[in-house]
């Protein structure tokens, strides 16, 4: 199998082979046959009577030790993985809400807030008096009501329930699934897990999409401080592919998620250009993003993405990385290794994320600017020590247009139609132009090809005229390929998709269509997607699971990707899964997954690994949605 399609991506694997460094590749091939129980779901380690593994061939043991069925295994362990991946999007979202508190109690002056307008809105969707209030004292609230929403209390989590539409909250209070208190989510996951909890697995699902909307609402909150604090994101044109690496600069990449770090050094780059030249950089200071973090800081600041998931160590191993500062999440400690073995610096800033090979460096908000400075000053230092040791710079780089918000989205629809944006493109629907919509998101995969279910998809619904939205890595894997340009509408997209796009694209003075796949921004921002469709779904008076919406994550990889996707689900929509997820050892849990839950929420997963009859299966549930509304 073929590593990648990228082609920056395949000189430096090139390099490595010839230099005998290992990469995550071939690490997964020395894991390789992987187990069997494992890859199923059917290895419990939940008490020390086991690890127990239920033969899925019916030849061996049927239950664990304790009794537990397949079926039960199954959907704990999915359960478990719902409940990770939701304690980070919460963690991710808490810190954020920290961060404002502080500022707004005067202990975090870097945090001023930036976008005021999107506080008050927030503030009114809350429910909070925001007449005759500052913004500190606004902000104060909503940093309160945030934080309120992470322990149990009698209401529900406030950012799932103001966030989806009037007929899907019915629907989560009718299946007791509307969570009250993210974190309380969390525990509950742990809890009914337990030895000798729940053994029913349709109430374990069930657990776990309550679960899942906890990290809805986690993911939302991530979206909604980080607009506040950092400025709600514009379309912005810029660069991506390791060829975003300068020789002559300081590079420092900017990798993990939260913005609460990445963004205090993105304001700084210009204060601190003059320092790396006189360090001897000739192109001065070069800030490159890596992951969700990449995705945070280019929109909202322009800096190109170098790479995202499965190869980020590759950016390392060009040589030309002075310093890559991390925060937390998706950061392989396989770069601690590398670091040592190059000039890198890699710079560790949160106490729950250490890495052995890495210096360091605390991140405190009270103290943000300074610790930026002292983290990007290290990235000089290390500059110095690069000496003449060569440097592999691919030379690939596409251009790449970013920033497309929900805000920035209804503001390009408002240039055709001023006084109803939405009724711009459910017209498009209506019409035909439009025949869906396709939210892409999720990681790289190591099992699979690096970026090719991507854009493989994209290029067969984009065909077929489905608009294209993309968050996270897989935003990454559009960027790579060029398909966050106007030339790829032109070249890609079917006649009524390149119309609409182009209309657009020329009332916002681009000269061109739109962008073929919008990015939206990181995996917390596939929030912005859910707003639209709920925008949407609104305006028509129809639910969630009527629109001709669906979502794919065809090379997905974390446990924030299945709470994503069982958050989709459960908000209705058709999700793909392009990698086999570790539930196939339960019959009846995957059937669960993949049939019986669209009697619940109207949504289901799609398992398909291939990219083109998955692309089929995504249009099929496209067209039988539209015939549902009628069109
Ligand atoms: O949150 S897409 S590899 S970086 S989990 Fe991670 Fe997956 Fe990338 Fe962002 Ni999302
Ligand atoms: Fe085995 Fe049951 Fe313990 Fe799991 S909880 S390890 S199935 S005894």
Request: proline residues 4%; glycine residues 10%; contains cysteine.
């Amino acid at each position: 199998m073929e590593r990648t399609i990228d082609q920056a991506g395949k000189v430096v694997l090139r390099a490595a082979e010839r230099d005998g460094i290992g990469t995550v590749w071939d690490r997964f091939e020395q894991q390789t046959p992987q187990c069997g129980f494992g890859e199923m779901g059917v290895c419990c380690r939940n008490c020390m009577q086991g690890p127990c593994r239920i033969d899925p061939f019916g030849e061996g043991a049927s239950r664990g030790t304790c009794g537990a069925t397949a079926d039960t295994i199954v959907a704990r362990n999915l359960a478990r993985s719902i409940a990770a991946g939701t304690a980070a999007h919460a963690g991710h979202a808490k810190h954020l809400a920290h961060a404002l508190l502080k500022w707004a109690e005067g202990k975090a002056p870097d945090y001023p807030v930036k976008d005021g307008a999107k506080l008050q809105s927030l503030a009114a969707k809350l429910g909070i008096d925001t007449d005759n209030k500052s913004t500190q004292e606004l902000a104060r609230a909503v940093a309160q009501a945030a934080l309120a929403d992470f322990s149990e209390k009698e209401t529900p989590v406030a950012w799932a329930a103001v966030n989806v539409t009037q007929g899907r909250l019915e629907k989560f209070l009718k299946y007791g699934v509307i969570p009250t208190g993210i974190d309380a989510a969390i525990s509950e996951v742990m809890h009914r897990t337990h030895y000798g909890v729940d053994a029913d697995p349709i109430n374990l699902l069930l657990g776990g999409v309550k679960c899942a909307l906890a990290d809805f609402a986690g993911c939302h909150m991530g979206t909604d401080l980080a607009d506040v604090l950092f400025g709600t994101p514009q379309p912005v044109v810029s660069r991506a592919n390791l060829g975003v690496l300068k020789q002559d600069a300081v590079n420092i990449a900017l990798h993990g998620h939260n913005p609460v770090l990445s963004d205090v050094i993105a304001q700084m780059a210009s204060e601190m250009n003059e320092e790396a030249v006189r360090a001897g950089a000739s192109q001065g200071l070069n800030l490159v993003g890596i992951c969700c973090t990449g995705n945070e800081v280019l929109s909202r600041h322009g800096i190109p993405s170098a790479t995202h998931s499965v190869s980020q160590e590759l950016a390392l191993l060009t040589g030309a990385v002075d310093a890559m500062v991390v925060d937390y999440q998706c950061i392989m400690p396989s770069l601690g290794n590398l670091a040592e073995c190059l000039h890198t610096r890699l710079i560790t800033t949160m106490p729950i994320a250490k890495i052995p090979g890495a210096v360091h460096l605390e991140f405190k908000e009270e103290t943000a600017r300074k610790t930026a400075k002292e983290i990007v000053r290290l990235g000089i230092e290390s500059y110095k020590n690069r000496g003449s040791k060569s440097v592999n710079i691919p030379p690939y780089e596409e251009t790449s247009i970013a920033g497309f918000s929900t805000e920035a989205i209804v503001g390009a629809l408002a240039l055709l139609n001023k006084d109803d944006p939405l009724a711009l493109l459910i017209d498009h629907i209506v019409n035909g132009n439009i025949q869906g919509v396709c939210l892409f998101a999720g990681c790289n995969n190591v099992r699979v090809t690096q970026d090719l279910n991507f854009v493989t998809m994209a290029k067969e619904l984009a065909r077929q005229n489905v608009l294209l939205l993309a968050t996270g890595c897989g935003a990454g894997a559009f960027a790579r390929h060029g398909l966050l340009t106007s030339a790829a509408t032109n070249e890609y997209a079917g006649f009524g998709l390149k119309l609409v796009l182009t209309a657009l694209g020329e009332a916002a003075g681009l000269g061109g269509p739109l962008p073929l796949v919008l990015h939206m921004g990181s995996c917390v921002d596939n929030s912005r997607a859910a707003d639209v469709a709920v925008a949407v779904a609104n305006k028509l008076g129809v639910d969630l699971d009527k629109l001709p919406v669906v979502a794919s994550a065809p090379e997905a990889t974390t446990e924030k990707a299945i709470s994503i996707g069982t958050w989709a689900v459960a908000a209705g929509l058709p999700t793909h899964v392009g990698v086999v997820p570790p539930v196939i050892g339960s019959p009846a849990v995957t059937k669960v997954l993949t049939e019986d839950i669209r009697d619940f929420f109207g949504g289901y997963f799609i398992v398909d690994t291939d990219p083109v009859s998955s692309a089929a299966k995504l249009m099929e549930a496209i067209q039988a949605r539209r015939k549902g509304l009628g069109l």
